[in-house]
């Protein structure tokens, strides 16, 4: 293993980016096993903590294989062999499905508060790992369309295939670890738990109140 678990991660992660230490940065996770990550970045880094919402586009008959993604806008990334054999009326379908998911995870995060904007800011969005890079590169082009001054994604482990796409969307990747032999995330950590909502809500409600002066980082 290369990872005991998300929180080791996150520190080494942080590690590697405290050169944005006083940029106060915007730390977008992606839900949920990012957000217990980037709790741990915001802190360390001094920034401020919210999530960037993405959902796979799961191939007919197969809803854990991914041939694309979407935001909350409704902007849509597809993989590059998914032209050809996935009909557009099931894109259509498919993609409306998951932003109705993505609607409803916004108003259970964020219920009181309006998403925080990255605009004209470093901007590191975090994921605890990356397969395709489909889901990475959907949140990097939303993030990006809103006029970041700096966009980074930043992850604990990666195929090199997929660091490289993913480094054409981004202005700086950081990626802990780059195996070749990679069959899914969680082979690289001692425990992958599961992350649910109910977590995520609890570390975003954390994440707007006010620091105590000298709290330490987890």
């Known amino acids: 293993m290369l990872f005991e678990n998300r929180a080791q991660a996150a520190r080494q992660l942080a590690e ?28 360390r880094l001094h920034g401020d903590l919210d999530v960037v919402l993405v959902r796979k586009l799961g191939a007919p008959g197969n809803p854990e294989l991914a041939i694309g993604s979407v935001d909350e806008l ?18 259509d379908q498919e993609r409306e499905k998951q932003m109705d998911v993505l609607r409803r995870r916004r108003a259970m995060y964020t219920p009181v508060r309006p998403p925080i904007s990255p605009a004209d800011r470093v901007a590191i969005v975090v994921d605890d790992g990356i397969a395709t890079g489909s889901t990475m590169i959907a949140a990097l082009r939303a993030v990006r369309a809103q006029g970041p001054a700096k966009l980074v994604a930043a992850t604990a482990v990666a195929p090199p295939s997929t660091v490289r796409r993913i480094a054409a969307e981004a202005d700086e990747v950081i990626c ?16 992958f738990s599961q992350v649910d909502d109910a977590e995520v809500c609890a570390i975003l409600q954390e994440a707007t109140r006010p620091r105590k002066p000298g709290a330490a980082a987890k």
């Open 16 to 43: 590697r980016l405290q050169a944005y230490a006083d940029a106060r940065p915007l730390i977008l996770a992606i839900p949920r096993g990012a957000v217990p990550m980037a709790q741990i970045l915001a802190e």
């Open 74 to 91: 409704g902007h849509t990334y597809l993989g590059p062999d998914t032209a050809g054999w996935v009909d557009s009326s099931y894109i």
């Open 176 to 191: 802990l670890a780059t195996p070749v032999d990679f069959a899914a995330i969680g082979q690289f950590f001692a425990d």
